[in-house]
T-cell receptor, first 115, second 110 residues
Framework: NAGVMQNPRHLVRRRGQEARLRCSPM?????VYWYRQLPEEGLKFMVY????????ESGMPKERFSAEFPKEGPSILRIQQVVRGDSAAYFC?????????????FGQGTRLTVV | GENVEQHPSTLSVQEGDSAVIKCTYS??????FPWYKQELGKRPQLIID?????GEKKDQRIAVTLNKTAKHFSLHITETQPEDSAVYFC?????????FGPGTRLSVLP
């Protein structure tokens, strides 16, 4: 089991470009969470998805950010028209159930730098 | 919604001493409390968790205690070693999600 895979590990974008972050959950996991972590800060919840469904997006900024988890393929976090403030580490985690009482495994993260 | 507080924000201990990190939560419906360790530049990794039907759980040098009445839970690390140096996050379940505390940066001094 390869664990939760995120790519790319590092992503540099110019202001105004789009960033696409990918997350492949662990085998057998159908629940994915995305978190943002600024330097020296904690993990801020962004969105929780199941296959083909967004369950909770209460942490997502209203504009420019979107997420999906299609029936086939990885979960995608998409940031349009990036700004300097979007620079952060973005982690996804996956679990077998979405009941909030089972272990969530984290990927290595994608470090986004906006220049 | 759920709010998780964590103290202290930084903690320095001498190698071999014990370290204690405390968290409080607000939602009495929370029933699962994991602890994650994050080393610099790496992913958070689960080190121990506890469910609401037990008051204490231990795994070698690491233990977690839970007081549901007071809505707080603590991480205890005994015989600390330099490799324990990291940021530790507590979390509490909230519906189908987790809410994380702000983290504690633990430094174990040789």
């Amino acid at each position: 089991n390869a664990g939760v895979m995120q790519n790319p590990r590092h992503l540099v974008r110019r202001r105004g470009q789009e960033a696409r972050l990918r997350c492949s959950p662990m085998k057998g996991h159908s629940h994915v969470y995305w978190y943002r972590q600024l330097p020296e800060e904690g993990l801020k919840f962004m969105v929780y998805l199941q296959k083909e469904n967004i369950i909770d997006e209460s942490g997502m900024p209203k504009e420019r950010f979107s997420a999906e988890f299609p029936k086939e393929g990885p979960s995608i976090l998409r940031i349009q028209q990036v700004v300097r403030g979007d620079s952060a580490a973005y982690f996804c985690a996956s679990s077998t159930t979405g009941e909030g009482n089972t272990e969530a495994f984290f990927g290595q993260g994608t470090r986004l730098t906006v220049v | 919604g759920e709010n998780v507080e964590q103290h202290p924000s930084t903690l320095s201990v001498q190698e071999g001493d014990s370290a204690v990190i405390k968290c409080t939560y607000s939602d009495s419906a929370s029933n699962y409390f994991p602890w994650y360790k994050q080393e610099l530049g790496k992913r958070p990794q689960l080190i121990i968790d506890i469910r609401s039907n037990v008051g204490e759980k231990k795994d070698q040098r690491i233990a977690v205690t839970l007081n549901k009445t007071a809505k707080h839970f603590s991480l205890h690390i005994t015989e600390t070693q330099p490799e324990d140096s990291a940021v530790y996050f507590c979390a509490a379940s909230y519906g189908q999600n987790f809410v994380f505390g702000p983290g504690t940066r633990l430094s174990v001094l040789p």
